[in-house]
């Protein structure tokens, strides 16, 4: 079965590009995002096969980095990051 993956940033792509190039830890998270999201999709594929206890661990890992990017990018926008509950 094949999985779409959204990246993180599509909607904002301008803010995205921004805090990526003025915040190194955000860029590096960014990367390691990006880098997963495509061995994941080269699994999907075929291209590379994986035992299903690890796939599952990159997919929580996938998903845990795309919530720590999309509340990063929500706080640099001035809204809530979550966390709060206000």
Same mark, same amino acid.
């Given at each position: 079965?094949?999985?779409?993956?959204?990246?993180? =940033?599509? !909607? &904002?792509?301008?803010?995205?590009?921004?805090?990526?190039?003025? /915040?190194?830890?955000? #860029?590096?998270?960014?990367q390691?995002?990006?880098?997963?999201?495509?061995?994941?999709?080269?699994?999907?594929? =075929?291209? !590379? &096969?994986?035992?299903?206890?690890?796939?599952?661990?990159?997919? /929580?890992?996938?998903? #845990?980095?795309?919530?720590?990017?999309?509340?990063?990018?929500?706080?640099?926008?001035?809204?809530?990051?979550? =966390?709060c509950?206000?």
């Amino acid at each position: 079965m094949h999985v779409e993956y959204h990246a993180v =940033g599509n !909607e &904002t792509p301008e803010q995205f590009q921004r805090l990526s190039q003025q /915040d190194p830890a955000f #860029a590096r998270l960014a990367q390691q995002f990006a880098d997963l999201e495509q061995r994941l999709t080269q699994i999907e594929q =075929g291209s !590379e &096969t994986l035992d299903p206890a690890s796939l599952t661990a990159l997919k /929580d890992q996938h998903a #845990a980095l795309k919530g720590d990017l999309a509340r990063q990018l929500k706080r640099a926008s001035g809204s809530c990051c979550g =966390g709060c509950c206000g």
